[in-house]
């Protein structure tokens, strides 16, 4: 053999032996980022290597911008990039079935439940399996959800780019080596409806994230954004912003498609049909009126230029029309023409849809929603097709007014939901914080799924990051109907604040934000200057009136006006505690998620009841208090100043100082500039040293409840009650009491008491106001001692101003007449019909007592 040869072979015989050592590392190195220790835990990150991957060669875009997400989750968490390899040495294997389908029978023989997962849309399935995580999506949205599922198990929360919840770093990641999860929707189409964005989404957009030229575009890179968002929530739909200040989400270039990556379906609200944003996109002096009778063929040229746009991609149709914005259908004035004219409507639109999306026009989705006079025209006899959704509406502050009677339930289309965190309009907008009870929302929502109400949940929120909690509950829900009950709530909430803040903060954290719910459960922030809008315009400047003294009694009960205004110190107290606890890269999270909203609304809170203590004391005479009464009225006059300085100075900070300036424009503290928002109403304006003099003034205390139940009344929560007939459920986190209690149609709920007092004495009972969901009443009895009982109903004509004081009060407060004499006595409520919550009842010896809140402890 020559020497050249000798040489050759020696550098073949060391280059076999380095393959053969790299394969040898290589097994061993994938070997050890995936050990599982004593057989108990799954090692999928141990400190040392990459997190390493594998990918089929075909998956749907949604998994590719889910992997992106994922990879920059790891990289936060370990500080290393999960890095790509093949299938049989990674750690985690991810396949989207209905893409491969080439390998569901070997995935059958390894006992995956392959037939369950296709079965189910959006499905996914993790499981460890021979020192491997595998991940199974059913479709691409299923199999998206799955591997962020993974960054949910790193302890990534969803929020961590709208919220700023940095990851916690990590030396290792385990599971259980047992671990696996099977995944899918309860209810087929989840996501939001970005409305009266006026105020804080659009202007960050146009004016910070994205600056533009165009006045009020929402842009293509914070749809992404807000789509990215969505995933982590396991949600697939949107309906766009929609106000006439808003670029129209299809003139956004880009928009759809970031939709189409994130597998994000489209919708329109109510009042859109045909995927068009009428507000931003009919112009009158172009088309003519936007009436069906007189202007047939010019509303379906305007719809059909729409359909070719869209009719590609995966949308949700709403269906019928109403005015161009939220008003009535143009060109028909009696109930039957309304019906005639939309029942030719929905049928030309079904034509149309079948011409330019599919001949197939029952496989579309189509949206129906009786909202307003709608609802009206659709009992009057309207023909719609079995496979339109009907989506069902509360009444805007959180209460369902309808939903699918047993004949409707057996709809191919089925039924959905349309649900506000928000809201612009009477009796009074709540756009500036988002503080629906958890307890309001699970309620409603649960009873909606009851009713066959799982085709598609929409909840309207003005902004994403104010609404964070109350969102990701709807979402959860939505996504798996179990996922709360109604002893868990309370659990779900300190999850979801340890998950944010880290275990020790959660759980101090979680008994300030309980009793924050509750406070705003009695009055919302908004609702503090017990006024309201879209009033008389003859009567009212604007239609509004003018903020007053609340209900909040400075003397009765031991003074609760002071004693609301304790409560909210007290939780600012827990919050100032805590704060020194989050860690620095969380407190930007903390700020905007609990400091804003509860610093907030407490100084909502003391600016206007302050306002109302300075009103009361200078009562315009001279008496004998004139000379003492001074530094009282100074104090209070300072106190409410300083509150609406501190609500500017919050917000200031979030707009400007915030995560270094990123949430600029986002946060507004007078959406539309009502009155409520004003400077305070008071006798005399300070000067800043006079402030800084009198703001510090102390105030004795309120006195202790215990002290009030002996001033001729008997007090109690619901959920206090002595027995209860099978089926009574409490709801935590609902109501002044934050239990209250389900009262099934013909069943009671009991309570023994003592009474100290002969005569006649008042009984008012107050529950949640509930709609009569069912079309019929909504009616409970109350009986003392076996008399014969006393019929309440709680339902009242939508905005009527029954309606309006219980929902601006969060109670149905109802009076009834007794005699009573000393001793025991027992008091029965019972349901007479479906959708029954009390919350408290109170018997009062003082029939004329002027008061708001019942004085009893909540109970947690």
Not at 211 to 231: C, N, Q, V
Request: charge should be neutral.
């Amino acid at each position: 053999m020559n020497v050249k040869l000798k040489r050759e072979s020696r550098l073949l015989i060391m280059a076999i032996t380095s393959v053969a050592l790299f394969v040898h590392i290589v097994v061993i190195c994938a070997a050890s980022t995936r050990e599982v220790v004593a057989n108990k835990e799954f090692v999928w990150y141990n400190g040392k290597r990459p997190i390493t991957y594998s990918l089929p060669g075909s998956v749907s875009p949604v998994v590719t911008v889910a992997l992106d997400m994922f990879k920059g989750d790891m990289q936060q968490v370990t500080g290393v990039l999960p890095q790509k390899t093949l299938f049989g040495t990674a750690v985690i294997n991810i396949i989207q079935l209905d893409k491969n389908k080439s390998i569901l029978r070997d995935l059958r023989k390894d006992g995956i439940p392959v037939d369950s997962i296709v079965a189910r849309k959006d499905a996914f399935f993790i499981k460890i399996r021979e020192n491997q995580l595998l991940v199974v999506g059913s479709d691409g949205r299923g199999t998206a959800y799955g591997i962020l599922e993974l960054s949910r198990l790193a302890g990534v929360s969803p929020w961590v780019w709208w919220g700023d919840v940095t990851p916690m770093r990590k030396e290792r990641l385990t599971l259980p080596a047992d671990y696996s999860t099977f995944q899918s929707p309860s209810v087929e189409y989840r996501g939001i409806f970005l409305n009266d964005e006026d105020w804080s989404l659009q202007p960050w957009s146009w004016k910070n994230f994205e600056p533009s030229d165009i006045k009020g575009r929402i842009g293509a890179r914070t749809y992404k954004e807000i789509f990215k968002l969505l995933m982590r929530l396991r949600a697939n739909a949107i309906w766009p912003g929609m106000h006439g200040i808003t670029t129209p989400f299809y003139f956004v270039p880009g928009a759809k498609e970031a939709a189409d990556s994130c597998g994000i379906l489209i919708g329109t609200s109510h009042c859109e049909p045909m995927m068009r944003n009428n507000v931003g996109e009919w112009k009158v002096n172009e088309r003519g009126d936007y009436n069906y009778i007189t202007n047939r063929e010019g509303v379906q040229s305007y719809w059909i230029e729409r359909l070719k746009e869209a009719g590609p991609y995966e949308n949700f149709y709403t269906m019928g029309m109403r005015g161009i914005h939220d008003s009535g259908m143009e060109g028909v004035k009696t109930l039957q023409e309304k019906t005639d004219a939309l029942q030719q409507v929905i049928d030309d639109q079904r034509k149309l849809l079948s011409k330019y999306v599919d001949k197939d026009v029952e496989k579309i989705p189509q949206a129906f929603v009786p909202y307003k006079e709608v609802l009206q025209i659709m009992e009057n006899g309207l023909q719609l097709p079995e496979d339109i959704t009907l989506i069902w509406c509360d009444d805007n502050y959180g209460y369902m007014t309808r939903l699918s009677d047993k004949e409707q339930q057996k709809r191919n289309g089925g039924a959905g939901v349309y649900y506000h965190l928000s809201y612009w309009g009477r009796p009074h907008d709540y756009m500036w914080l988002c503080t629906t009870q958890p307890g309001l929302i699970y309620s409603e929502m649960k009873q909606a799924y009851d009713c066959n109400a799982r085709r598609l949940w929409v909840v309207n929120v003005h902004d994403l990051k104010p609404a964070a909690y109350d969102l990701e509950l709807f979402l959860d829900m939505a996504w798996n109907i179990n996922s709360v009950s109604p002893s868990t709530l309370v659990e779900h909430q300190k999850s979801w604040l340890c998950r944010e803040f880290g275990k020790e903060a959660g759980e101090k954290l979680l008994p300030a934000m309980l009793e924050f719910y509750r406070l705003c459960g009695i009055r919302k922030p908004e609702f503090m200057g017990w006024n309201q809008v879209e009033l008389d315009k003859k009567k009212y400047t604007k239609g509004w009136s003018p903020v007053k003294n609340t209900d909040f009694s400075l003397t009765e009960f031991g003074g609760e006006l002071d004693r609301y205004l304790e409560s909210y110190e007290a939780i600012k107290e827990i919050l100032s505690e805590v704060e020194p606890m989050i860690p620095q890269e969380r407190k930007d999270a903390f700020f905007a998620q609990i400091k804003y909203p509860v610093f907030g609304a407490a100084a909502m809170s003391t600016k206007m009841l302050e306002a109302q203590r300075a009103r009361c004391i200078s009562p315009g005479s001279c008496d004998t208090t004139l000379w003492t009464r001074e530094s009282q009225l100074m104090a209070a006059c300072a106190k409410s100043i300083k509150a609406y300085q501190e609500i500017r100075d919050l917000t200031d900070y979030y707009n400007n100082e915030l995560a270094d300036g990123k949430w600029k424009y986002s946060m507004c503290h007078n959406p539309r500039d009502l009155y409520v928002f004003y400077p305070p109403e008071i006798p005399i304006w300070l000067t800043d040293k006079e402030i800084e003099k009198y703001a510090s003034f102390r105030r004795p205390k309120s006195l202790p409840l215990e002290e009030v139940a002996k001033d001729h009344c008997i007090v109690s929560n619901a959920c206090d009650y002595t027995s209860a007939s099978k089926g009574v459920v409490t709801i935590q986190s609902l109501g002044h009491s934050m239990n209250a209690v389900s009262v099934p149609k013909g069943k009671s709920i009991t309570f023994e008491f003592d009474c100290l007092w002969d005569g006649e004495a008042i009984l008012r009972t107050a529950v949640i106001p509930t709609q009569p969901n069912d079309k019929g009443d909504i009616r409970f009895s109350v009986s003392i001692d076996g008399e014969k009982p006393r019929i309440c109903s709680i339902k009242e004509p939508f905005r009527s101003e029954g309606w309006k004081q219980n929902v601006l009060r969060g109670q149905a407060v109802r009076e009834t007449g007794h005699q009573l004499t000393k001793g025991k006595h027992t008091l029965s409520i019972t349901a007479l019909d479906d959708h029954v919550l009390i919350d408290q009842w109170m018997i009062d010896f003082k029939p004329d007592r002027m008061f708001y809140v019942f004085p009893v402890q909540p109970t947690y």
